[in-house]
């Protein structure tokens, strides 16, 4: 391995960013197709050196490929 096969930093940033908003746009238009309503849960915490981190999770259901 040679360091030129080695992506940069900004470039990962890129694919990640790039990936991110490929997500995105598949979760809300899922949530939009949703039989009825959304719930929301979320939880906190801390690691040992305080650093704190958060979680959202979404619960809905939607219709199978058969309808």
């Given at each position: 391995?040679?360091?030129?096969?080695?992506?940069?930093r900004?470039?990962?940033?890129?694919?990640i960013?790039?990936?991110?908003?490929?997500?995105?746009?598949?979760?809300?238009?899922e949530?939009?197709?949703?039989?009825?309503?959304?719930?929301?849960?979320?939880?906190?915490?801390?690691n040992g050196?305080?650093?704190?981190?958060?979680?959202i999770t979404?619960?809905?259901?939607?219709?199978?490929?058969?309808?």
């Open positions: 391995i040679q360091d030129k096969d080695i992506p940069h900004t470039k990962l940033t890129e694919l960013l790039k990936q991110y908003e490929i997500h995105w746009h598949e979760m809300t238009r949530m939009k197709a949703s039989l009825g309503r959304i719930s929301f849960t979320s939880d906190m915490w801390t050196i305080l650093k704190g981190f958060m979680a979404a619960h809905y259901i939607m219709k199978d490929a058969a309808g």
